[in-house]
């Protein structure tokens, strides 16, 4: 690993709006890990398990496939850190849960603790900053940067973050993906995560005078 030909932790998610507030990586302890190199992606760690499908995902041509560099285990993995690739900021890779398969994609989990259950958790376990750059309204605000502030993270603003994760030649692949989503009955529109904060109140002291 050098700053000239950096070792990239491979993650993979359906919602790229997300990213801008992604604050670790998380990986499974039970599964296997490499490194992996080719001149099209340059090094990256993925689950040994899946290296022939991310071969097939990146198209590579006829007989060429990825050189397995090590081969490492998930608690070797534990403990390094990366850069984001849109920020100047360094965050963990750290243990996820059962979540983390190879069912599909690479073995190492995007985790963005203000956009999700699983991911507030793991923010919470492990005392990750809780980000979540977005608004009332669903567009992103200016902690997601002066590039990206008052896009809607349904819409423009979801391609701008693929534009510029493209432009930083952080982005592996694009490819539509069908899989089960929850939407709001009424709009009918995708449910936008986010961590807020919450007030709750007792009844017992004023109950009575209330009744």
């Not at 809780?130 to 605000?141: A, E, H, M, N």
């Not at 009955?185 to 936008?192: A, Q």
Request: aromatic fraction near 10%; charge should be negative; include cysteine.
């Amino acid at each position: 690993h050098s700053e000239s030909d950096p070792v990239k932790v491979a993650v993979w998610t359906t919602t790229p709006w997300t990213m801008p507030a992604n604050m670790a990586v998380a990986v499974n302890t039970e599964l296997s890990y490499s490194v992996v190199e080719h001149p099209k992606t340059g090094k990256l760690i993925v689950a040994t398990d899946l290296i022939q499908a991310i071969e097939k995902k990146m198209g590579f041509a006829e007989g060429e496939s990825f050189n397995v560099l090590c081969t490492l285990t998930g608690d070797d993995v534990i403990g390094t850190t990366y850069t984001h690739p849109l920020y100047d900021r360094e965050s963990p890779v750290l243990a996820g849960g059962d979540y983390i398969t190879t069912e599909s994609g690479t073995g190492l989990v995007h985790t963005a603790p203000g956009h999700g259950q699983e991911d507030y958790q793991t923010g919470l376990k492990y005392g990750l900053d809780l980000l979540s750059p977005v608004d009332d309204v669903g567009k992103f605000t200016i902690e997601a940067g002066e590039r990206f502030v008052g896009m809607s993270v349904l819409g423009d603003g979801n391609q701008a973050i693929i534009d510029a994760l493209t432009e930083v030649g952080a982005l592996l692949k694009v490819e539509d993906y069908g899989h089960k989503y929850p939407y709001d009955w009424r709009t009918k529109k995708p449910t936008i995560f986010r961590a807020t904060d919450q007030w709750f109140a007792s009844v017992e002291g004023f109950r009575e005078s209330a009744l």
